[in-house]
């Protein structure tokens, strides 16, 4: 059923280092291009769980998630809420995770499933869609529509390396969203039941043959997803950048799909990949391209996407199908 | 046809929905005229989605952006030209068309989730260039446009809609329909009965976004006032949400899809049933609602009704894309 296109497979790693020249040389000749660079990466790290979870959820159900950046909105007000009552970040941080788990696992459960057994991209893509609105509405309905101030975790620190300012906030940022990939990814790889979820996604109906409980794993993903998109939602919402409100993550949600979209949909090393290249390039553009002011970031990330797309419909990473008749 | 009965019945219930239609301003505030004005607008926006999604199932959630290009066509027309705003409809209509074959033609290699992003950073990205290019569109502040009375707009509103509606319905009864549903159903299987995919797909966007841009340009007129946050992410999804409510693939509930996008919260929070916030909260549940139990909408149930009526058992065909995976 799958292929490997055999032409130019070299072409896409051999860019990527090209870029990573680009980016090294560019840093090492200008502070302000290095520090720009450093925070696009940190954009790109939010993006990053974003698109993870976008891909987690694609690979096993083959839908586009229209809700997780609701989702993720929603997990961050839960934790703001938290703090209000008196929790350490930290310790709200881990409810919040455990809480939007059990959360993507209901709605899956409750929403999506019942849809999904009626078949068609369309029908459930509108039930996502449904869902973005059903949640959207639902922050505004019990926070209200005003913006929040968020605390952050981070203290306003700044690292000077060789005359260039790296803050805290950014590096933090970085670290912590890879982390949450990489653990998410050693669980997928090394434990039976990441191994289980892999086959329930890949062969539902080989994977039920051995007993796993396919729908239990694909409730399971979008449980694993929502917590992933948890952590992009409190990354950003502690960057001074962004302003916690209902509307928080749609614009993060529209750079993730570029980013999941130009991955391949199906690669989450893709996504990454992309994510943190679309971060840099945005920020690239928007200080050095004048005409591109902050209000075009958005169509410069679809157009990116749209250029992929029409070069290489299934992405820098993914796989080109081969679709029987 | 086959369906002669039921063809009859569904002509009289248009008939009698044309009447009432017709005579209820008389019956009517002026602040209601206004209200029904604006369901015009969303009846023609409905529409012109059902063509594109509902006939020829290519996914669009971006019919808020050629909303906008329509409505800004008319803005900038009569504010900086001094046009008459009913003159401005047909280049609404030209300018709406231009961009929906510019969004067609991506079309033509995307499909299902591909599409359904795209369209969607569609309808993210055009208020943001609205707000960029403020020198033409006035920006966030927006531009004032001439004031109507409500029996005016009424009149007006609803004279465009019927001739749309009895246009869609010339056109999605003859050949061209054909071609749409056969696209719809199967790709493969229309291109080998002689359907061009190319020309029909760019044809089927090229006319719903044209229509949408009519719908737009009334909805300025309405507002007598237009700025970016007019056309923003909400309306293409509420759109969405009113063709899903009146069922994609089917004529008869356009009227009802429109009536409950814009009646309903007034409706809940004129009778104080429910706060505004709850509105949301209520249409995303109703959309996921929808599409696991009738994913055909209000038209499925006058289907439904009206085939148990004519003894009839199996559905004349299949709406809502099969659409393979």
Redesign the interface.
């Known amino acids: 059923m799958t292929e490997r296109r055999p032409t130019a497979e070299w072409i896409v790693p051999a860019g990527l280092v090209a870029v990573c020249v680009l980016l090294v040389v560019g840093s090492l000749r200008s502070a302000l291009f290095a520090q720009q660079t450093v925070s696009g990466l940190a954009n790109g790290g939010i993006y990053a769980s974003l698109a993870v979870a976008l891909v987690l959820i694609y690979r096993a159900t083959e839908v586009i998630n229209f809700a997780q950046g609701a989702l993720a909105t929603f997990a961050t007000y839960v934790a703001w809420q938290l703090m209000q009552w008196g929790l350490s970040y930290w310790a709200a941080f881990a409810c919040t995770l455990a809480i939007a788990f059990v959360g993507g696992f209901a709605v899956e459960l409750v929403a999506i499933r019942p849809v999904e057994r009626r078949g068609s991209v369309l029908t459930v893509v509108i039930a996502a869609i449904g869902l973005l609105i059903l949640v959207e509405g639902s922050i505004g309905w019990i926070w209200g529509n005003d913006v929040k101030f968020m605390p952050t975790p981070f203290p306003a620190h700044i690292y000077t390396v060789g005359g260039v300012a790296f803050s805290r906030q950014d590096l933090s940022t970085i670290a912590i969203s890879l982390l949450a990939v990489i653990v998410l990814w050693g669980f997928f790889r090394f434990t039976k039941l990441g191994l289980a979820m892999r086959a329930a996604a890949v062969r539902p109906d080989a994977a039920r043959l051995v007993g796993v409980r396919v729908s239990w794993m694909l409730s399971l993903g979008w449980g694993l997803a929502a917590a992933l998109g948890a952590v992009a939602g409190l990354m950003a919402a502690a960057s001074p950048s962004v302003l916690l409100q209902p509307s928080m993550m749609d614009g993060i949600l529209i750079y993730a799909f570029a980013a999941a979209v130009v991955g391949g949909l199906e690669s989450a090393f893709g996504a990454v990949v992309a994510a943190l290249m679309i971060g840099v390039l945005l920020n690239l553009v928007t200080s050095y391209v004048h005409f591109v002011g902050p209000a075009l970031q958005l169509p410069v990330a679809f157009v990116v996407m749209l250029v992929v797309l029409l070069v290489k419909p299934s992405g820098l990473f993914g796989r080109t199908r081969v679709r029987r008749v | 046809m086959r369906l002669r009965r039921p063809t009859a019945v569904g002509a009289a219930a248009t008939l009698c929905a044309a009447i009432v239609v017709a005579l209820l301003p008389f019956a009517l505030s002026n602040y209601h005229r206004t209200t029904g004005a604006t369901v015009a607008v969303y009846f023609i926006a409905i529409l012109a989605l059902d063509i594109v ?1 509902g006939y020829t ?1 290519q ?1 669009s ?1 971006g019919h808020g952006a050629f909303m906008a290009i329509g409505g800004y066509t008319t803005a900038i027309l009569t504010h900086d030209h001094g046009w008459n705003d009913l003159a401005t409809l047909p280049a609404a209509a030209a300018a709406g068309f231009a961009a929906g074959v510019v969004v067609g033609l ?1 079309a033509l ?2 499909r ?3 599409l ?3 369209t ?3 309808a ?2 055009v208020p ?2 609205a ?2 290019y403020s020198r033409f569109t006035g920006g966030t502040e927006g531009l004032p446009l001439p004031a109507h009375s409500g029996l005016w707009l009424y009149e007006v509103g609803w004279a465009i809609a019927g001739a749309m509606f009895v246009a869609a319905w010339l056109l999605l009864r003859g050949r061209t329909g054909r071609a749409f549903r056969a696209i719809r159903d199967s790709e ?1 299987a229309a291109a080998s009965s002689g359907v061009t995919l190319a020309v029909y797909k760019t044809v089927a966007f090229g006319i719903s976004a044209a229509m949408a841009g009519v719908a737009g340009s009334l909805f300025v007129l309405v507002n007598s006032f237009v700025n970016p946050d007019v056309f923003g ?1 909400q309306l293409s ?1 509420y759109v ?2 009113g063709a ?1 409510v009146g069922g ?1 693939g089917s004529l008869r509930g356009v009227l009802v899809g429109a009536a409950f996008v814009e009646l309903l919260p007034i409706g809940l929070t004129s009778g104080s049933l429910a ?1 505004s ?12 609602a ?4 009738l ?1 055909l909408g209000a038209a499925d149930l006058l289907r439904t009704v009206l085939q148990s009526r004519a003894d009839r058992g199996q559905h004349p065909d299949t709406p ?6």
């Open positions: 999604t199932g996914i959630i991506p290699r995307f299902g989730v591909y359904a992003l795209t969607f950073a569609v993210l990205a943001q260039i707000k960029n493969v992410l999804l969405l949400i899903v994609l706060p916030q709850a509105v949301p909260v209520i249409f995303g549940a109703v959309v996921v929808v599409m696991a139990l994913p809502l894309g099969t659409e393979a995976k």
